[in-house]
């Protein structure tokens, strides 16, 4: 079965410092594609940041980076200078050839200001 | 903003009632889905469509059932809500191609008392 997994359930960390998120996968493709979605509390989930599988290069978007590690396949979400608008919950998700988006269970990450 | 909505976006109604959420996207999208999110945020794929009149049960078994009569709306319905159907329910849209990510509505919040 193909899984997405997210070992850390909450997280919390002071404003401006940097913070990782953890996720893992589990899949016999070559190609699929995975992404970092942000669900800010009551408000719409939007998407972070996508890496395609193919692709050596790590994805950047601003403060938002990934360190995609497919040999071990782990996709970690780093966000540097955190600010107070980061408190969201953070899910882990990929398309498989499956078609359907698979989602990890979850990081719910706060800032202190 | 992504062009998908859910109407309503809360709603409080009576055991035994039929109710329906609708979503509807304006992007073409040949793609939508129907998430279940629990209390502890965790996201389940209850329902997907991969296009006009394609409707799929997705992994987590649900009493509800779709419809995907237009391309553009792909609406949710329970013959008789029940306590245990209390939930935020999210709608996504994404095209054919997996390199681009999935949209997903405001989601609607659903009471059965």
């Known amino acids: 079965a193909q899984t997405v997994t997210q070992s850390q359930p909450e997280m919390s960390v002071q404003e401006a410092e940097t913070v990782t998120l953890s996720c893992t996968y589990d899949t016999s493709e070559s190609n699929y594609y995975l992404f970092w979605y942000k669900q800010p509390p009551s408000r719409q989930m939007i998407l972070v940041i996508r890496?395609?599988?193919?692709?050596?290069q790590n994805a950047t978007e601003n403060r938002f980076s990934v360190n995609f590690q497919k040999a071990a396949k782990s996709f970690s979400l780093k966000i540097s200078d955190s600010q107070l608008g980061d408190t969201a919950m953070y899910f882990c998700a990929s398309w498989f050839s499956n078609e359907k988006l698979t989602f990890g269970t979850g990081t719910r990450l706060t800032i202190i200001p | 903003e992504a062009d998908i909505y859910q109407t309503p976006r809360y709603l409080v109604i009576g055991t035994g009632k039929k109710i329906t959420l609708e979503c509807s996207q304006t992007m073409g999208h040949d793609k939508m889905y129907w998430y279940q999110q629990d209390p502890g945020m965790e996201l389940h794929l209850i329902h997907y469509s991969y296009g006009v009149n394609s409707t799929e049960k997705g992994d987590l078994s649900s009493e509800s059932t779709v419809s995907r009569i237009r391309t553009e709306h792909f609406p949710l319905t329970l013959e008789s809500a029940r306590p245990s159907h209390t939930s935020q329910y999210l709608c996504a849209s994404s095209p054919s191609d997996r390199d681009t990510e999935a949209f997903f509505g405001q989601g609607t919040r659903l009471t059965v008392v």
């Open positions: 890496q395609e599988a193919y692709k050596q």
